[in-house]
């Protein structure tokens, strides 16, 4: 970043982006959003997100300075309308109330959390007390609120922000670096999608096939060989075939089946019927040109010892 120049994602960068700049295309004129914990962080960004594809955003937050901020930023962001953000100041222990909050949205977005991180035994009780309403029990209670209107007209969204502790317990909170790498992660898949022209999709470094294990931070390399040939890798070991080899030779053979009987002095019929093995266990579209492409790689990176077990 040179001097002068806006951070990303700042609001003074969002202001300079031209309307419809967005990675994704998002047209929400004529809806209306509810947004909570939207005074900060994840939730303001949202709020100002939705605002800049035309809904009119109801923000939520306890904290009425952070929302009076909120408002004054959307009057700035590019593509939203005039009080396009309402601030909606609300603690959402009262259930009752954020229940009444969500009638009528269209797009709801569960946002609003506490993060407080401690040893059990020094775990202020009130304060679990006051998450497990906040967290669980508010955004069923603004789900509630919300899903009338939603079925009603046959259309709605709903986002339940979540932490990777949703999907996997921690004894400790991510620290800082840890919590950076998938994001990196994250980031550069992004960039390769709007490189692509697939800008507004979603993949995961996964989804790339082998471009997945340069854009990884962590390459995950033995993942990589299992998911690509992994099945004739465990139908050798299983049977004592020669599917690997066959592969190995066929490729080196620029493809052609007389070629690769040669190779292995084999009949031409053997190398057919190990090919519908391979086909059989790899899918028959294996030897499309991209799955041959990272077939292929994945052949070299087994020989180079990338399987989990081998030396
Ligand atoms: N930032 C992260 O790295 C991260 C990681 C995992 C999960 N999350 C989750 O994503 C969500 C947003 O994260 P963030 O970093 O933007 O958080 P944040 O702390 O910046 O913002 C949370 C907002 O929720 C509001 N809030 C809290 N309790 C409330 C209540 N009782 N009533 C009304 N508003 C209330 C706060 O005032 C605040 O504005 C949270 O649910 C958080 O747990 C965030």
Redesign the pocket.
């Known amino acids: 970043m040179g001097p002068g120049e806006a951070r990303p994602g700042s609001d003074h960068e969002l202001a300079q982006r031209p309307p419809g700049s967005y990675a994704t295309a998002l047209d929400l004129r004529g809806r209306t959003a509810l947004v909570?914990?939207?005074?900060?962080?994840?939730?303001?960004?949202c709020a100002l997100r939705l605002a800049a594809a035309g809904a009119r955003v109801g923000a939520?937050?306890?904290?009425a300075a952070?929302l009076a901020e909120l408002v004054d930023a959307a009057g700035r962001t590019p593509g939203a309308a005039g009080g396009a953000v309402e601030p909606y100041v609300?603690?959402?222990?009262d259930l009752d109330a954020a229940e009444r909050a969500a009638a009528g949205t269209d797009v709801l977005v569960n946002?609003?959390?506490?993060?407080l991180v401690r040893p059990i035994e020094e775990f202020p009780p009130d304060v679990f007390h006051?998450v497990l309403?906040?967290?669980p029990e508010?955004p069923f209670r603004l789900i509630r609120g919300a899903l009338p209107h939603m079925y009603e007209q046959g259309w709605g969204r709903i986002v339940n922000?979540?932490?990777?502790?949703?999907l996997r317990a921690s004894a400790h909170p991510?620290r800082r670096e840890a919590?950076r790498r998938p994001y990196a992660e994250a980031r550069r898949c992004l960039d390769a999608l709007n490189l692509l022209g697939r800008g507004g999709d979603g993949a995961a470094a996964d989804d790339f096939g082998f471009l997945g294990l340069l854009l990884a931070g962590e390459r995950d390399v033995a993942g990589f060989v299992t998911r690509t040939i992994g099945p004739v890798v465990a139908y050798d070991e299983r049977r004592g075939t020669e599917l690997l080899d066959t592969l190995d030779a066929y490729f080196a053979s620029g493809m052609s089946p007389v070629r690769t009987k040669d190779e292995l002095h084999v009949h031409v019929n053997t190398v057919a019927q190990r090919l519908e093995r391979v086909a059989r266990l790899l899918g028959d579209d294996w030897q499309s040109p991209a799955r041959v492409l990272e077939v292929q790689l994945a052949l070299r990176l087994h020989r180079l010892g990338a399987l989990p077990g081998r030396g």
Do not use: F, K, Y
Request: hydrophobic share 45%; aromatic share 0%.
């Open positions: 909570t914990g939207a005074a900060g962080g994840i939730g303001r960004a939520v937050d306890r904290d952070g609300l603690d959402l222990t946002n609003a959390g506490i993060q006051t309403t906040v967290m508010a922000m979540s932490s990777v502790h949703g991510a919590a």
